[in-house]
């Protein structure tokens, strides 16, 4: 049986006549979370965070929302660090995922 | 209404009764008059379809991946070279479970370029998850052709269908072929009716990333589909023949009964060997001939039902697996492993290379005299 998670929208496909005939998502991206396969997880200094938005710029996902300060949804970056590498200030650091 | 039609005309005709949404095809010889009429038929508004032009095979079959995902049905066809352009679409068609109509008419590979008949094109197509049927005759390349939407768009199937015609032999022969009346085509063949689609509404993506996590599923549930198919292509066959009058099933049996050969084949040899059956059951030989229309999937439970009686069986394969055999002849084999019977593989007919009544009475005669091998070959100069 395909399992409705407490998350409300997530659904978790245990057996294969949960699966679809085909490699098609069982909805939008809203529900397709992407973010598993992360193992560094960007972390915003809000202190040193000057609100350039180089990283929501740069977020290939884009997993950044250009909120003052930048907010990262964590259901789908992937941890691929750009904008650790772009930001101008220094202001995201990162920790590993799974500690 | 009947009319008298070359098989690939049969083909257009075929797509065209069974109301296609979408052509994409590219032209290629000998399947390039499918594409020409159908191009003239969809122009002059006989078929309410788009038809994409595209710029190769590739495109074509990306185009009716696009195109079926979308909720259209629909169709194209090619040849050879052709359809080894299409590769790895072929695939995708499968794993993406769009139930494409797809006729190929079979030509040798090429280099050495012959534009003849030879299904080494199709079978190289045997492990993509397609179905697999192949043509006798004109009637039967239309009659498949509705038969094949009906089976590929059933909800517990949605896999792509080859329609296998030989080569000049059907595509540029014609025949007399009743094309019925469309209401009662219409009832057998209602409009394709998506399970998943894709839809601004209700987004979602289609072929998408898959771990190992679920991607064994999805190849479980496609060979799970191959099983029900069985059923689905036996049902349809008798669907069809209580509306139309003609039975089809994944084989056919001819003179087997009694029979103490039988030769297994597919396509338009399989009428060849009828009429070698009727001729050397004159001079008292007890053989049969056995039809396979469906290559994929293999219908096993049919073989054995229909083979096991034999003292000896012979297969015939216009296509060869370097390296091994014939391929009909392999999967018959297997088919036919722990009943003991002597089985002969016949390679005949490569690059369209005629097949006589003869050959097939010396292939009986070989089978009469001489021990069994995998692969002997019919008619090579020595
Ligand atoms: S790039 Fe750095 S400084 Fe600029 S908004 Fe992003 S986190 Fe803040
Ligand atoms: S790590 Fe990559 S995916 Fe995640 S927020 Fe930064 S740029 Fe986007």
């Known amino acids: ?54 990283c929501w710029k740069f ?39 799974g500690k | 209404m009947k009319k008298v039609l070359t098989g690939n005309f049969a083909a257009a005709y075929g797509a065209t ?13 000998p399947q390039t008059t499918i594409v020409e009429i159908l191009s003239e038929i ?8 788009d038809f994409i032009k595209v710029e190769s095979e590739h495109s074509a079959l990306a185009a009716c991946i696009g195109a079926q995902a ?10 050879a070279q052709g359809l080894a352009l299409m590769h790895e679409l072929i695939h995708w068609a499968a794993r993406g479970r769009l139930p494409i109509v797809l006729t190929n008419v079979n030509r040798a590979m090429g280099p050495g370029w012959s534009i003849w008949a030879d299904t080494t094109d199709s ?62 085509i219409d009832s057998f063949l209602p409009p394709y009716k998506p399970t998943i689609k894709l839809d601004v509404e209700n987004p979602r993506s289609f072929g998408a990333l898959t771990s190992p996590e679920h991607y064994y599923e999805f190849s479980y549930k496609i060979a799970m589909a191959h099983e029900k198919a069985k059923q689905v292509i036996a049902d349809t066959g008798r669907e069809f023949k209580k509306i ?91 088919a036919m492993y722990g009943h003991d019977i002597p089985m002969y593989g016949f390679i005949a007919g490569l690059g369209g290379r005629d097949v006589s009544i003869e050959d097939i009475s010396g292939m009986v005669g070989h089978m009469q005299h001489q021990d069994p091998e995998n692969m002997i070959w019919i008619g090579v100069k020595k």
């Open chain 2, 123 to 184: 079978i190289s197509e045997r492990d993509t998850g397609w179905m697999q049927v192949y043509c006798e005759n004109n009637q039967e390349v239309f009659d498949t052709i509705l038969m094949s939407y009906k089976i590929a768009e059933n909800e517990d199937i949605l896999l792509p269908q080859l329609v296998n015609l030989d080569a000049f032999f059907l595509s540029h022969t014609s025949q007399v072929v009743d094309m019925y009346d469309q209401k009662t």
């Open chain 2, 42 to 49: 969809v122009a002059d508004g006989h078929l309410k379809a």
């Open chain 2, 244 to 334: 139309f009058g003609r039975e089809y099933g994944m084989t056919e049996s001819y003179r087997c009964d009694d029979a103490e050969y039988i030769l297994v084949t597919y396509g338009t040899i399989a009428g060849t060997a009828k009429d070698a059956v009727d001729r050397m059951r004159e001079k008292g030989i007890k053989v049969g001939a056995f039809k396979i229309r469906y290559f994929r999937p293999f219908p096993v439970e049919d073989v054995v039902a229909g083979l096991s009686h034999a003292k000896k069986i012979g297969v015939i394969d216009r296509a060869v697996s370097y390296g091994h055999g014939g391929a009909f002849f392999t999967e018959s084999k297997a």
């Open chain 1, 1 to 54: 049986m395909a399992k409705k998670t407490d998350k409300a929208e997530i659904i978790i496909l245990e057996t294969a006549d949960d699966m679809p005939p085909m490699p098609a998502s069982m909805g939008s991206m809203r529900v397709n979370k992407t973010a598993s396969w992360r193992s560094i997880r960007p972390i915003i200094l809000e202190d040193k965070c000057r609100r350039c938005m180089t």
């Open chain 2, 70 to 79: 979308a909720g259209a049905r629909t169709y194209t066809a090619t040849s």
């Open chain 1, 59 to 97: 977020c290939p996902e884009p997993a950044i929302y250009p909120t003052d300060p930048p907010t990262i949804d964590y259901d789908f970056c992937k941890g691929c660090g750009i904008c650790i590498n772009e930001c101008p200030f220094d202001a995201i650091t990162s920790e590993k995922e």
């Open chain 2, 17 to 29: 009764a069974a109301k296609v949404n979408v052509v994409a095809a590219y032209p290629i010889t």
